[in-house]
């Protein structure tokens, strides 16, 4: 069965966001249904938030990108995120208690691995412009 003909099956709702991606990919843009308020995912959206809501986490954060291409930057927060998760998930390596602030972190972000870091990064680049 084609589509044209499983088209008419569709709702009026589902109908409109078919054509509404129909005309974003013939006018090149790319539609991301992940999308969350303006950012890639929930993920990277929920950990862009706690990174700029904590002012000490906030000047780290501007820190780590200060003089740094976006990807790099990207980078070096992932790895310092990555530190202060392995000390929640693993306490025993370390000499001190993780902060609620951290275990906030986790579950709130829930899959880290689809957070965009890089664009995580971007945020802070355009904070220290």
Not at 33 to 51: M, Q, S
Not at 84 to 110: A, K, N
């Amino acid at each position: 069965m084609s589509v044209a003909n499983r088209y008419d099956e569709l709702t009026s709702e589902q109908q409109a966001a078919f054509d509404q991606a129909i005309n974003a990919q013939a006018s090149g843009r790319i539609v991301n249904p992940d999308e969350y308020n303006g950012w890639v995912n929930r993920e990277t959206w929920a950990a862009a938030l706690h990174l700029s809501n904590d002012e000490g986490l906030y000047q780290e954060c501007l820190e780590l990108v200060m003089g740094k291409l976006r990807w790099s930057a990207g980078d070096a927060i992932e790895q310092f995120v990555t530190e202060q998760v392995e000390m929640i998930l693993f306490p025993y390596e370390h000499d001190w208690p993780p902060t609620d602030l951290w275990r906030m972190f986790i579950s709130d972000v829930g899959s880290m691995w689809r957070v965009d870091w890089s664009d995580v990064a971007a945020s802070f680049m355009e904070d220290e412009a």
